[in-house]
């Protein structure tokens, strides 16, 4: 049986033994005790074997080796983790992308033409009766 020195507060905390648990906090500052150093140089157990005993508070860790942060909690998990060992969530879960549904483009209908100008048509039989009309007074008072 591990004994665990808190290194937030220095309370000396008994564990049987440790499997990150939420069992394994500080009862006085609820600090995660399975990141602390046991006592005389105890290794506590992991779940993942020795891949696990990679950190103590802050960066450092027992020995340096990749780590994998969760994207949802930011926990460092091994590099060969499937899930999350805090939250459980899967790693490299397939992602389904739905394709964007097709973009109709309707064409707008296409403006009718203008009816040609014909009032200068009018103007011209119009002029063509005056003439007419002046030649037959001419020739008739003549």
Known sequence: MPLITCPDCGVITDLPQINRTADEFCPKCDYPLFWAQAAA???PATRDGDENLRRLPGTGGRRTIGARSCDECGEHNALTATHCIRC????DAPEIIEEPEPVVVVAPEPEP???PDR?????????MVLLLIVTVLAIAFA
């Open 119 to 127: 009032t200068w048509i009018w103007w011209l039989v119009a002029l």
């Open 88 to 91: 459980g969530i899967e790693f």
């Open 41 to 43: 140089g105890e290794r």
């Open 113 to 115: 033409e203008p009816e």
